[in-house]
Structure formats: C-alpha cells, structure tokens
C-alpha cells in the first residue's frame, strides 16, 4: 500500500511539472490568438497521444524523445522570438494600453479568419503531444519500474486534470490582461520553453536541469525590460524631433 | 483539383510563416546555434549558454533593424 501512494504521490508530482508546462502554452495561446482552433488543436494533440499510448503501451519506456523534443523545441523557439519580438515592439510604443480590453491595436494576433487558425492549432498541439508523451513516459517508467502500472496512471492523469483545471480557472484573469503585453509574455514563455527543450533534445545538459528554465525566464524578461527601456527612449527621441 | 492546389499552396506559406516570420535572420540564426551547439556538445564542451545568447543578441539587432525601418 505504500509502495502504491509512493508511485501515486511521486508520479503526480513529476507529471505536473509537464503539465504545468502544457497548460501554460495553451492558455496562453488561446488567449493571444482566440480560443476555438487552441482548443481543437490540444484536443487533437490529446487524440493522437491516446492513439501512441494505445498502440505502444508499455513499450513507450523506448521511445527516443530526443529527437521529438529538438524538433518540436526548435519550432517553438523560431515562432517564440517572433511574438517575443512584436511583444517588445508593441508594449514599447502602447505600453500597458488595453486592460479591459479598450486598446484597438491590441488584438492585431487574434484569429478573425472564417476557418481554422492553423497558428493556434499547431501550437496548442505540440505542447499537448510532447507534454503529453513526456507524461505517458513518467508514467510507464515509474509504473512498471515499482509494478504499480495503476497507481502510475492515476496519478499521471489526475496531474494533468488538477493543473487543467487551475489553467481553466485562471483563463478568465488571463483574459484580461492587455493583447500587448500577453503576446509579451506568450512570447517569452515560448522562447523559454523552446531554448530549454531544443537544447535538451541535443543532448546538451542544463545546469540545474529543469531549474534552468527559471533562469532562462528570468533572463528573458530582464532581456525584455532592457529592450522596451531601449525602444521607449527611441520612440521618444522620433516623436521630440517630429 | 483547385481546393487540392489550395492545400498544396497553404501548407509551405503556413510553414514560411510560422518558421521564418517578419524577419528571417532571426531563424537562420537559431538553426546556426543549434548546429553549433550540437558541435561544441559532440566535443564535450559547454554547448548550453550558446542559444540563450543568440537569442538575446538577434532580438536586439532585430528591433534596431526596425526601428531604423520606421523612422
């Protein structure tokens, strides 16, 4: 019986910390580029990941993440910068404009388009598959590793479920926080996630291990607070001459 | 026949797009650094900081290049 809540406890812990990374990316982006092709691309990304658990059960212990992460790390990370980019640009020129939504600029990323936001779809997939997979592989390790496949799951599941549910929570906050600085922020959560994993997908070992990504996110805003304090006094310098 | 073309048309410029963005050297600079960092980790040496600093080196040249474009 200890043996089953020590694999529970330990399986949930370490499942959250993917999935936490998981619902991050597509709260995130469901609330840059509008929810509908979010949601249908991470219920997409869930579809293919129970057809992968299905197919390769506990042979999932063998699969190489590597390769999937330096991929799918290398994608995020191109695509991060760009909102990375356009946050600074944006929360340079408006700063703050928009709490509440009243800032007319501020949805310039929000899919208006009459079908699918591909963008969206995408992004919200990958995080769901890879995240996904990460947790079906802590599951099976840990599972068969102490015979306690059962307790795994629950576990793995109920981490992913518990964390789905604070993101859920919290999509309402998220809302309003102004389009500028929430492409800002997206854009700095992408870029991290995506240096970290690419990198891992490598090969390559971060000091700290999973700690690194909280260095990589303090970097990253402070990088960004430069950058804005840069821009602004640009912006000021055009606008005394004109 | 024209939807299939639509199809074949749509994928590439999602993928342009998506990859390559408002400014392309921003991604031949990360594919570089990944590159290079695969050569310094196959060489035993520390590959980890390489990308956190080509990110923060091209978002600074990325925004001087348009700021300059916008005055």
Not at chain 1, 29 to 46: L, N, Q, Y
Request: proline content about 3%; glycine content about 14%.
């Amino acid at each position: 019986m200890t043996g089953l809540w020590a694999v529970l406890i330990t399986t949930f812990l370490a499942s959250a910390v993917e999935a936490i990374e998981m619902v991050t990316i597509v709260v995130g982006v469901g609330a840059t580029r509008g929810w509908r092709s979010t949601i249908i691309g991470a219920a997409s990304g869930f579809g293919v990941l129970a057809v992968i658990v299905v197919i390769l059960g506990a042979a999932l212990s063998v699969v190489p993440i590597g390769p999937l992460r330096l991929v799918i790390g290398a994608l995020l990370l191109v695509f991060g910068l760009q909102w990375f980019r356009k946050g600074i640009m944006r929360v340079a020129a408006r700063g703050l404009a928009g709490i509440g939504g009243s800032d007319p600029h501020g949805d310039a990323e929000l899919w208006r388009g009459p079908g699918m936001d591909w963008t969206g779809w995408f992004l919200a997939f990958k995080g769901v598959v890879l995240e996904g997979l990460e947790v079906a592989i802590i599951v099976v390790s840990f599972g068969a590793g102490a015979n306690q496949l059962g307790g795994a799951v629950v576990g793995g599941v109920g981490a992913i479920v518990v964390v789905g549910a604070v993101g859920f929570a919290l999509h309402n906050t998220v809302r309003r926080v102004p389009r500028s600085l929430l492409q800002l922020v997206v854009g700095i959560l992408l870029t991290t996630f995506g240096t970290f994993w690419s990198l891992e997908g490598l090969g390559v070992s971060w000091p700290a291990s999973d700690g690194a990504i909280l260095g990589l996110l303090v970097l990253y805003v402070l990088t960004a607070f430069t950058y804005i304090t840069l821009e602004r006094r640009h912006a000021f310098g055009v606008q005394a001459a004109a | 026949m024209e939807r299939v073309w639509s199809w074949v048309l749509a994928v590439p410029r999602f993928l342009y797009h998506f990859i390559v963005g408002d400014d392309w050297t921003m991604a031949a600079a990360v594919f570089i650094g990944l590159i290079l960092s695969a050569i310094l980790n196959a060489n035993r040496l520390l590959a980890w900081w390489l990308i956190p600093v080509i990110v923060v080196l091209m978002l600074g040249i990325s925004l001087r290049r348009a700021s300059r474009t916008q005055r």
